[in-house]
């Protein structure tokens, strides 16, 4: 069982920037495939980006693309988003998930799930 603890979220104004992280208690989270996803209010939860188990290789969603950044430290169990340019479209709850599967490409099949944490971004 992977636990997963998002945190960084906040508060900032558009055009500002806000990196999350995501703390994982796999002792094997190099071999997980990590993604971030978000959900805003009434809306479904989508699919934002994701990263290989090596963080050789990445995918976006074309919202976020050129502005937000996903990267991984596999010695401390953390992957991170950093987020740019932000709009207040951007405004949702970020989950963090992870699943076995090395198809970094693919958004679904993601098992595992953190609490989310809120990022707001006024106008």
């Known amino acids: 069982q992977v636990q997963l603890v998002e945190s960084g979220g906040g508060l900032v104004q558009a055009g500002g920037s806000l990196r999350l992280s995501c703390a994982a208690s796999e002792r094997t989270f190099s071999s997980y495939t990590m993604a971030w996803f978000r959900q805003a209010p009434g809306k479904e939860r989508e699919f934002v980006a994701a990263i290989n188990w090596s963080g050789g290789s990445t995918y976006y969603a074309d919202s976020v693309k050129d502005r937000f950044t996903i990267s991984r430290d596999n010695a401390k169990n953390t992957v991170y988003m950093q987020m740019n340019s932000l709009k207040p479209e951007d405004t949702a709850l970020y989950y963090c998930?992870?699943?076995?599967?090395?198809?970094?490409?693919?958004?679904?099949?993601?098992?595992?799930w953190g609490q989310g944490t809120q990022v707001t971004v006024s106008s």
């Open positions: 998930a992870a699943k076995r599967s090395p198809n970094w490409n693919v958004p679904s099949g993601y098992v595992y």
